[in-house]
């Protein structure tokens, strides 16, 4: 079972990190449907399963958005000041989504799974460079608002900052690198304090994968940043030997699809 656990893991691994090289999509929102159906798959049928593919997807954007923010810094491409007046709203938002998820049933987490990664795809699929809602990032009222928001459906969804970072960023007129950039510190805001919150969650050990601590498989965590070090650097290069864009659409689709068979599978069909 633990072979066949660690192929699996491996596989999905090399898919995420070239997907992410890629096309500049963070891992979580593939990384949280594989591990589901996985573990599933497995024979793992926790009550809280989705809550334990939803800590281990947060637990591997810690190190990615991490390595991924110290590197568009170094070209000077992250927006500190966004950053700063952003997080502490976008943290107080990944704790209230740890409370919540831990309180709802696996299946409800998938029916909002399901939900938000429709609209995740539609976005990638029709949005438009040229949408605009703002001239600058929003502040005061407007920003504490949205802010938590930002980090509660990133923890419901186990994703970093980019799905709903870099979208929210463009909207308000901020170029697409350096939203990209500074949506990377945004995962960092979310999936540290989360993090923390889901090691202390406790979670039956009947039906879970092994060696999972509080809500986080540490094989899955080790195994995917293992694998997505080696293969994203792949995307990057087919990145720049291809035109991503029509793949972006591709992309889209199967993210939509993925999404709508959580929503088949959390309405019991």
Not at 71 to 79: R, W
Not at 146 to 160: T, W
Not at 223 to 229: D, G, N, P, R, S
Not at 245 to 253: E, G, I, N, S, T
């Amino acid at each position: 079972m633990m072979l066949m656990m660690l192929a699996l893991l491996l596989s999905i691994g090399a898919v995420a990190g070239v997907i992410a090289g890629l096309l500049g999509v963070g891992g979580g929102i593939i990384l949280v449907p594989a591990f589901f159906y996985a573990f599933s798959g497995l024979g793992y049928d926790s009550p809280q399963l989705m809550q334990i593919c939803l800590a281990t997807s947060l637990a591997t954007i810690i190190v990615t958005s991490l390595r991924s923010v110290l590197s568009h810094n170094k070209k000077g491409a992250v927006d500190w000041a966004i950053l700063r007046g952003w997080a502490p709203g976008i943290a107080v938002g990944a704790v209230l989504g740890v409370l919540v998820a831990s309180m709802l049933r696996s299946v409800v987490l998938q029916g909002i799974f399901g939900v938000l990664g429709v609209t995740v795809g539609l976005y990638l699929a029709f949005g438009r460079a040229r949408w605009r809602l703002g001239d600058a990032m929003p502040g005061g009222i407007v920003r504490a608002a949205i802010s938590p928001v930002v980090g509660f459906l990133s923890v419901l969804m186990g994703i970093g900052g980019g799905s709903f970072g870099v979208p929210l960023m463009t909207l308000f007129n901020t170029p697409i690198h350096r939203a990209v950039a500074t949506a990377a510190g945004f995962g960092v805001l979310i999936a540290v304090p989360s993090v923390i919150g889901f090691l202390l969650l406790d979670i039956p050990a009947e039906g879970k994968p092994p060696y999972t601590i509080g809500a986080v498989n540490l094989p899955a965590f080790a195994v995917i940043i293992a694998m997505t070090l080696i293969t994203a650097p792949w995307g990057v290069r087919l990145a720049h030997a291809m035109d991503p864009k029509p793949l972006k659409r591709v992309f889209a689709l199967f993210i939509i699809l993925v999404a709508s068979n959580m929503l088949r599978k959390a309405a019991g069909f």
